[in-house]
């Protein structure tokens, strides 16, 4: 707003707009509103404030990728070729001890997350695995299911993993595969568990309450139900999403950030143009409109008052 010396103070920050110039982007003299094209190391409050972000510290050395929490305490990482869990610690270097629970993995393969009843399960599109109170091992539960010679196997090694409706969903290459119902998550029937294929390799999954998000190097598209033999499917958005960069969980989580409100489970993906919010019954919207074409795969976390999306050519 301009005062009554001449001065133009900026006084309400509106967050990024990275499509227009910076000659204009818009500012309101009247409240002080504006945006800005750039925001380095700040946080840009729900009331317009701008803060300073917090600083950070190192607190393990390594080549760290595919970092994920389910928010109890520990999260998991990949490093060179080993599984390891992080978990605060006063007593180790910087706070944080780093524990490896697995080696032999292929190097740099991105590690896909997904934790169902008290356990963990694991995949980087080579090797999968299982951890289960705080233990590593094969993908398995102990209990052996009879059928014909062949009719069951366990599950592939995915490069994704999502969980819906009592049965983990597993991305191959370009197929969906998912396991048997009633929480039999250690097998599934090669035959015909797995979906329709659309073509275009598997890019996302992500479970809101009545159904699936995929997305592919084609499209996204909703596959409504909670039975595999009985989905609906339907494009929701043309554009693909880019690899990675997801966030996804409680709708409350995420309404502050979103600024509406949000019921049951959301999810948040980045494409070319922006990001995008997918809800139950597979509405999906376009939430802010970005210019991020040169984006090849990426990273997201969540807080109650930002989303940080991390994104590399």
């Known amino acids: 707003m ?21 000659a204009r982007l818009a500012f309101d003299p009247k409240t002080g509103g504006y945006h800005v094209s750039r925001a380095v190391n700040v946080d840009v409050l729900p009331g317009g404030g ?13 080549t760290f990728h595919s970092l994920w929490s389910d928010g109890r305490g520990a999260a998991y990482a990949g490093v060179d070729d080993r599984l390891v869990r992080l978990a605060p610690d006063s007593d180790a270097a910087g706070g944080v001890a780093v524990e490896t629970l697995a080696t032999g993995l292929t190097p740099g393969a991105a590690l896909s997350f997904v934790a169902v009843a008290g356990r963990v399960y694991y995949a980087n599109g080579h090797e999968n695995g299982m951890i289960a109170g705080g233990v590593a091992g094969i993908w398995s539960d102990g209990t052996v299911l009879t059928g014909r010679p062949g009719e069951y196997v366990a599950p592939p090694a ?15 290459g370009d197929m969906v595969l998912f396991t048997l119902g009633a929480g039999a998550y250690h097998l599934l029937d090669p035959a015909g568990d797995f979906l329709p294929g659309r073509g275009g390799r ?3 999954l992500a479970a ?21 033999a009985q989905f609906a499917y339907r494009r929701v958005m043309d554009a693909p999403p880019i690899p990675g960069a997801c966030l996804r969980g ?39 409109r970005l ?17 940080l999306f991390v994104l590399r050519p």
């Open 158 to 172: 995915g490069h994704l993993l999502e969980h819906h409706a009592g049965r983990i969903f597993i991305a191959a």
């Open 291 to 307: 210019p991020l074409d040169g984006a090849g795969s990426g990273a997201a976390v969540s807080s109650d008052a930002a989303w």
């Open 208 to 228: 809101v309450d009545d159904g699936l998000f995929v997305g592919t190097d084609q499209e996204v598209y909703f596959a409504a139900g909670h039975d595999p």
């Open 2 to 22: 301009s005062g009554a010396d001449g001065v133009t103070r900026f006084a309400v920050c509106r967050g990024l707009d990275a499509t227009r110039p910076a």
């Open 202 to 204: 598997v890019r996302m």
């Open 50 to 62: 701008v803060r300073r972000r917090a600083g950070f510290r190192r607190v393990s050395d390594g």
């Open 250 to 288: 409680p709708g409350i989580d995420l309404a502050r950030v979103a600024g509406r409100d949000i019921t049951g489970q959301a999810v948040v993906w980045a494409d070319a143009r922006g990001l995008c919010l997918g809800l139950s019954g597979g509405q999906a919207t376009r939430l802010v």
